[in-house]
């Protein structure tokens, strides 16, 4: 407990932009959230007042930062889980626990565990050798995706494999390296989904509206909410399997379900959803939800861990779109020159930068744009994050 303020300590592991707008909403809360990041350029630390520094696969690190926290949350999913656990058998209160976050950590602990809760998978299997991966494609037919079990985000970590030569190749290399891999069909994609659901310590659970992620080389570039022409049948199923998941998982705090929406003649609208990926933490596919929703992803997580009442998810606009920036070739107009011409342009944009060094398709900001026609809001959207990308209204 914070003895200025009389209100809990949150630490959050990892110093990234999703610990910079944890930080946000901390703020409005009166609460105080301490950081620990691994440099003082990590998003988070350039503008948070508590923060350690250390590596989040360091024990004593890990352990010095709890120190005086009531409660220890996560900006990524990256600490080892061993870590966790130790922490957690020395009295350390970590949301989520060990136990749920394996389940975003590695993907075939997150691929058993669904199928023995009986929640919709796409065909998968572990490989152990490259004949296994071979066998696997000749059954079900080629392509196939492969991915590390761990490790793995924003399209690293994931190998369309198209035939068995390709297969044996890409096998002997990562296994012999030790990459544990599982292998799962190609799935007829129609296109991508996901729903958030935050629950508490006490059970309470709170879902988001369905939204569709447009994906681009791997990484999500826009988030549309709510996803448009979802049959609303469909709609409520992913939402129930979120808060399924949540409640089976015994996560608390914030549970993003990624999912693919697939077709099916024999399904209700002609379409189903299967689990890609599951994470524990606020999440890019939410971000719209800092304007576009009651209550931000940021704030509700806050509010789960610390078991809080939810706050309401619905939305404050017809039509949300949320555009992440991506960077993009060096040099051209400065980034506050960028924001003059946004700004005058967009005026109703609203602007997240993470405080990050740009590369080239690294991931430093987002834009939201609220409105009531879903094509008007897009372009809109898509003509802000062309500024801040490129400095020019070039299309995106």
């Not at 544990?180 to 879902?207: D, N, T």
């Not at 599951?278 to 304007?291: C, D, K, Q, V, Y």
């Not at 005058?344 to 900001?365: F, M, N, S, W």
Request: charged share 20%; glycine share 10%; net charge negative.
């Amino acid at each position: 407990m914070d003895s200025r303020t009389g209100l809990p300590v949150v630490g959050m592991v990892g110093g990234g932009q999703l610990a910079r707008m944890t930080h946000q909403s901390a703020i409005s809360l009166g609460q105080s959230l301490r950081v620990l990041a691994l440099t003082p350029d990590d998003g988070a630390a350039l503008v948070a007042a508590d923060v350690q520094y250390g590596d989040h696969t360091d024990l004593a690190a890990l352990r010095t930062f709890a120190k005086g926290c009531d409660v220890v949350t996560f900006d990524h999913e990256h600490v080892p889980t061993e870590h966790i656990r130790t922490l957690a058998a020395e009295g350390v209160k970590l949301f989520p626990p060990a136990d749920a976050l394996v389940h975003a950590q590695d993907k075939r602990a997150m691929r058993e565990r669904l199928d023995g809760l009986g929640a919709p998978n796409p065909a998968w299997r572990p490989v152990e050798s490259p004949a296994e991966l071979v066998a696997f494609g000749d059954e079900l037919g080629w392509p196939v995706m492969v991915k590390a079990a761990r490790g793995g985000y924003d399209g690293r970590g994931v190998w369309p494999v198209a035939d068995a030569a390709h297969a044996t190749e890409l096998a002997e290399t990562l296994l012999a390296g030790g990459t544990k891999l599982i292998v799962e069909e190609r799935v007829p994609l129609r296109r991508e989904l996901a729903v958030q659901v935050a629950r508490s310590p006490f059970g309470q659970v709170a879902v988001y509206p369905v939204v569709e992620t447009v994906q681009r080389d791997g990484i999500c570039v826009e988030v549309l909410a709510p996803a448009p022409g979802l049959p609303e049948e469909l709609a409520v199923t992913a939402q129930q399997l979120a808060i399924d998941l949540a409640t089976a998982l015994d996560v608390v705090g914030l549970l993003a379900v990624e999912l693919f929406e697939v077709a099916d003649d024999s399904a209700a609208g002609g379409g189903r959803i299967l689990v890609n990926e599951l994470a524990m933490r606020p999440h890019n596919s939410g971000h719209w939800t800092i304007e576009g929703a009651r209550t931000s992803q940021f704030e509700q997580h806050l509010r789960a861990v610390l078991d809080y009442p939810m706050g309401d998810t619905s939305l404050t606009a017809p039509v949300v779109v949320m555009a992440n920036v991506l960077g993009g070739e060096p040099g051209g107009m400065p980034i506050d020159e960028r924001l003059h011409h946004l700004f005058a342009a967009e005026p109703t944009a609203r602007v997240h930068l993470y405080g990050k060094q740009v590369r080239p398709g690294r991931k430093i900001g987002h834009v939201t744009v609220l409105g009531d026609d879903l094509g008007e809001v897009r372009s809109r959207a898509a003509r802000a994050m062309c500024w801040l990308r490129d400095g020019t209204e070039g299309s995106a």
